[in-house]
């Protein structure tokens, strides 16, 4: 029985001085350490997250968890992903199962802080919507007064959900669940009148309809959603390069620089293309992250620039078919804007 009890303490102090190294190590060293990226995504959005025929997972905010791994290995495929849920999806980056969070999640200041998270690089600025059968003749959502209204859980867009009712003298029904398949379930079957979340999301989720074409998304947005990419508090490396990661694909497309001519433009006589690219002999831009210094290269290669990202998952080139909008570049009326790499 002593031996039995001391092999146990021995087993526990193993695990805990294990736990204390592991907690020791930066981020980015764990990343190298096991070869992998482990990026928490969501569990099945069209044009963000979700397998394709093949069962590959796809999409704007898979590209991002390719991006990073390109950036640290120089192998976009170095990824390993964690499927999540509203629900869930925070717990998995508190308790380090996941590096990254890359999963159309809303920057708000109580996540920020109470949460223990830093947001920084908004890669997709949204919006929460509405979206109902055509059957209704609804054309604003200030005409749906004793609607019942599909909603998921423990979200923000809860929260604005019963903000704007309120705030509009409406009453409505609300039917909520924790995970996607069961929101988007009860919506189809004819459960609920409306379902309501990031319009981003309404447009993915109404191509996965039984009957697409009998639904309509109602034009307002009543709310900011900054979506963006989150990583745990207390790493400032690794806090850096995922938002460097979005702000080289931002600046990219800004310099036009593609997946096709990052290597041409590697002889740019532009000094800001040639710093951005590594290409300059002194450049310890790359080294200052942790990487080296083609590591810009190396995430355009695997991905091309952030118009490229937003074309081929959500643009006209995309089954979605999004306007640019606000995710338009800062100078072409948008707010995409990277800051200056020098």
């Known amino acids: 029985m002593e031996r039995t009890v001391l092999t146990t303490l021995l087993a526990a102090a193993t695990i805990l001085t294990l ?55 120089g192998d976009p495929s170095k990824v390993k992903y964690t499927l999540t849920t509203t629900k869930d999806r925070f717990t998995a980056l508190q308790s380090g199962e996941i590096d990254m969070l890359a999963r159309n999640s809303t920057w708000s200041l109580s996540r920020d802080t109470a949460l223990g998270f830093n947001f920084r690089a908004v890669n997709y600025y949204d919006g929460q919507g509405f979206m109902v059968r055509k059957n209704l003749n609804v054309t604003s959502a200030l005409e749906l007064s004793g609607a019942a209204v599909c909603v998921h859980a423990g979200t923000t867009t809860e929260l604005n959900l019963a903000d704007y009712f309120k705030s509009n003298n409406l009453k409505y029904n609300p039917v909520v669940f924790e995970k996607s398949d069961e929101v988007i379930g009860a919506y189809d079957s004819g459960r609920c009148d409306v379902y309501t979340t990031d319009q981003s999301g309404l447009y993915g989720t109404r191509l996965t309809l039984k009957n697409p074409d009998e639904h309509v998304i109602l034009p307002e947005l009543i709310s900011k959603e900054p979506l963006a990419l989150v990583v745990r508090q207390g790493d400032d490396q690794w806090f850096d390069i995922v938002n460097w990661v979005h702000y080289a694909l931002v600046n990219a497309e800004d310099f036009g620089i593609t997946q096709a001519n990052v290597e041409e433009m590697k002889a740019s006589e532009n000094p800001d293309i040639k710093r951005f690219l590594g290409a300059e002999a002194d450049s310890k831009l790359g080294t200052d992250l942790g990487l080296s210094n083609d590591w810009a290269v190396n995430v355009i290669k695997a991905v091309g620039n952030y118009g490229e990202v937003f074309e081929r998952n959500l643009g006209q080139s995309s089954p979605l078919k999004i306007e640019r909008g606000l995710n338009a570049l800062w100078n072409k009326g948008g707010l995409q804007y990277g800051p200056p790499v020098r």
């Open 19 to 73: 736990a204390a190294a592991d907690a020791s190590a930066t981020t980015l060293e764990n990343v190298k350490a096991k070869g992998f990226v482990q990026c928490g995504v969501h569990e099945g959005l069209a044009g963000f997250g979700a397998p394709d025929a093949n069962g590959n997972y796809q999409g704007f905010d898979i590209d991002y968890c390719h991006a990073v791994a390109a950036a640290i290995f």
